[in-house]
């Protein structure tokens, strides 16, 4: 038995030397510098190979090995859109931040919204029953019939697709303008024929800041705003918008930046429930808090100048873009409004448009509608602002179709017994150029202004 162990234990011996002298033979054909790997083949195995010391676990190695040229590829697709962006950034003219336009969101179609939304938009009826019999009702039925005078380029889209948005703030920025004035309502709430749209603001800011577009909001007359409402809503947008880099803030004359905030139907409250919100000694005051900015009141009425101004309001804007339609949106009043609003250290937002038609959702307001003449009516007001030396312009509006009053492209359309009104014979960017040009214009006349 222990001739038999000594003999057993001999042959192993043998074998352990036998398989030491091939290993340290396998090794002289190894690149200089490698390891052994591992011992016994258990690299085929990898799910019974431990890492070694220092060394990653070969499934991670193998995991870097693989997802590198993808994460290459990820940095390289990454880099060349950021350059992309860059240069089609340094094509577009330098933004105007002190032109600002009006932006609707509330648009929706079946592939995103489940349905149209506000394209739909329903024939309003005349206030005078006898009037209203000769009139059509019902509703529109996009695709090809939208409540609109004219047609968009984009068709009858969502605001909720990314790639509309992406072409909106590529569209403003072609136009040179800095600021877009969001129509909003607070969480849960909507227009009349829309759906809640507070949950893309997120977005919209986000794409705008690409295209180094600022975004200040136009609160609407939603139920209930009152000034408690109003402080609320306020510390909402500020709280939750606020840190965004595309936030608009406005300098003031003493230092300070603070967001503007425009005020739709502003005069349907009381200047006194405004001032418990806008006046210093009002008991929920917004003023020297977190939640202070530049509230402008619409002015429709000659009388509403000294409500604005008792209200405790920072400025008044006009909004409509019919000439003659309200004292506010007449051109002849701006001069006699700018200086009551100077000699009330009030600002003055003229609103100027490219015309206006509705009569696809109201039929019967044809007496209302302003000709584009080619793009001159627009220029004309343009002019009519720039005359008063304000220090913001205003425009109505990027994209209220049913007004008519859109700068966005529009195209030529025919679509059973409707034909769309066009831009002919311009293209379909005119707008945006003659926006453009003026831009530029305003931008030097208040460098004079301001010598």
Known sequence: MARFRRK??????????????????????????????????????????????GDNPPNHQKGIAESKPAVDQLKKGSTESTISLEAKLEEFPVPNYNLHVFYYSW????????????????????????????????????????????????????????????????????????????????PGMKDDNGEPTD?????????????????????????????????????????????????????????????????????????????????DSGHRSVRNTAYDGI??????????????????????????????????????????IKGFCDSNSLMFIPSVGPGYIDTSIRPWNFHNTRNRINGKYYETALSAALEVRTDIVSITSFNEWHEGTQIEKAIPKTAGQTTYQDYLPHKADIYLEITRKWAEKFQKEREKWLV
Request: proline share 7%; glycine share 8%.
């Open 8 to 53: 057993t234990c001999i042959t192993l011996i043998g074998l352990i030397l036998f398989i030491f002298g091939i290993m340290v033979l396998l090794k002289t054909f190894r690149p200089e510098g490698a390891g052994f790997g591992s011992p016994f083949g258990l690299g085929l195995f990898p799910e019974l190979q431990r890492a070694e010391s």
């Open 295 to 336: 509230f402008i009141g619409l002015l429709v009425e000659e009388k509403q100048k000294n409500e604005i101004l008792t209200a405790g309001f920072d400025g008044l804007y006009t909004y409509f873009a019919t000439n003659g339609f309200s004292y506010g949106s007449s051109h002849r009043n701006w001069k006699s």
């Open 107 to 186: 648009y929706g179609s079946p592939q995103f919204d489940g349905k149209y939304i506000h394209w739909d938009h329903p024939v309003l009826p005349h206030w005078d029953p006898k009037v209203a019999t000769n009139f059509p009702k019902g509703r529109h039925s996009p695709p090809d019939d939208v409540g609109s005078n004219f047609y968009p380029a984009l068709g009858a889209y969502s605001s909720r697709d990314p790639s509309v948005i992406e072409a909106h703030m590529q569209q403003l920025r072609t136009a040179a303008i800095g600021v877009l004035a969001l129509s909003w309502h607070p």
């Open 199 to 279: 949950d893309l603001v997120q977005a919209i800011m986000d794409i705008a800041h690409k295209y180094q577009v600022k975004v200040t909001f136009h609160i609407e007359p939603y139920k209930g705003r009152d000034d408690l409402s109003m402080y609320n809503s306020v510390k909402y947008i500020v709280d939750k918008y606020g840190d965004h880099p595309a936030f608009y803030r406005y300098k003031t004359s003493n230092g300070k930046h603070l967001p503007l905030f425009y005020v739709y139907d502003s005069y349907l409250t009381s200047p006194e429930i405004w001032t418990r919100l806008l006046k």
